[in-house]
């Protein structure tokens, strides 16, 4: 390995973040196909049938897909090449859990909300739960080997901040944060809030908390050192911008407005930057469905921006209402983006620039 591949910070996979990454069986395979691989294939038929069932509100739907799809084929390949110590250990227990993990959460959105509802979401959470420790500690073992490298300035330790797998880690330890919010939904903990408002939570978690990290971190494999000023200070904001927007909402309109304003216009440009630069170099179906995925961003982030200021004026540009957005942005987000992004990148998993599983 290069030294400007060690210190861009580019694999960071394992408790040694200079190892060259190896192609490695999964921990669980059925047949020689990796578990998480299987569980997406089932669990879509499952969220086919359920949503011709017409069984799920448009926002259930999204939600469900999450659980059932994206996550099991994003948190596989979070983990190419495997993790390392706790870190894969947690990450097997959550792989070899995740199938079931996700059933009960969608069963819990078909039959009433209440207790019972909550029982069958907080397996989601322990699911969850363990994809965070698996990328915390991953992250932590990557920030101690920066932090001791002898490097006076704290460069090595910034560069490991804002690598392509700290966007990764900080996608597993998000979806945490929405498998909560379900459960509280389910017992109508909603505090302050309409009650869409904590599904809309859960929602944005798995989608702007787990998929875009994780999208942005698999572009991010495969940029070489002369894109980092122009990714890093994208995936900076990706990276803390889902935490600063829930905080806004539930603490200031002012720092909603700036959150959101931020995230947007940083996601935006993230869209145009990956299917210009990065999706170029990729084999052509999946250019095309990254390319897809990518430029679903910048509309779906005009729509947020638009409702964001017009929930702090009072005055709504374009008529974009809550029911509105559900339809527009949330489509575009869980389908246009969150589908056909993590469907393209599994095509040829990124391990790293000009590397792939």
Do not use: K
């Amino acid at each position: 390995m290069s030294a400007s591949d060690r210190d861009s910070g580019w694999i960071g996979t394992s408790v040694d973040p200079t190892a060259t990454p190896r192609a490695e069986t999964p921990r669980w395979t059925v047949r020689g196909v990796a578990l998480g691989d299987i569980s997406a294939a089932g669990s879509a038929l499952v969220w086919t049938g359920v949503s011709l069932a017409e069984l799920f509100t448009p926002v259930e739907q999204a939600l469900a897909l999450a659980p059932l799809v994206l996550v099991p084929l994003g948190a596989r390949m979070a983990a190419r090449p495997r993790f390392r110590g706790l870190a894969d250990r947690a990450h097997a227990a959550a792989t070899l859990c995740q199938p079931v993990g996700a059933l009960l959460v969608t069963l819990s959105l078909v039959v009433e909300s209440g207790v019972g509802a909550a029982a069958l979401a907080a397996p989601w959470v322990v699911v969850t739960a363990l994809f965070g420790l698996a990328g915390l500690a991953r992250f932590r073992d990557r920030l101690l080997a920066a932090s001791g490298d002898g490097t006076d300035d704290g460069s090595s330790v910034l560069r490991a901040l804002l690598a392509p797998e700290t966007l990764i880690d900080a996608g597993l330890g998000y979806a945490t944060v929405g498998s909560i919010a379900l459960v509280l939904w389910h017992l109508g903990a909603t505090f302050r809030f309409e009650p869409v408002i904590i599904l809309l939570t859960a929602v944005h978690f798995h989608y702007a908390g787990f998929v875009l990290p994780v999208f942005t971190g698999l572009a991010g494999r495969c940029i070489g050192p002369a894109g980092d000023r122009v990714y890093r200070p994208l995936a900076g904001v990706v990276l803390v911008g889902p935490a600063f927007i829930a905080v806004g909402i539930s603490f200031s309109p002012l720092v909603e407005i700036a959150a959101v304003g931020a995230f947007t216009t940083a996601v935006a440009a993230l869209g145009g930057y990956v299917a210009l630069r990065v999706a170029a170099g990729r084999p052509r179906f999946q250019r095309f469905l990254v390319r897809v995925a990518a430029l679903a961003l910048p509309v779906s982030m005009a729509m947020a921006l638009g409702y964001g200021v017009g929930a702090f004026t009072g005055n709504p540009p374009l008529g974009l209402t809550l029911d509105t957005m559900v339809a527009l942005h949330g489509s575009l987000n869980a389908y246009g983006f969150g589908f056909f992004g993590v469907a393209g990148w599994r095509l040829s998993v990124p391990v790293g620039p000009g590397r792939v599983e």
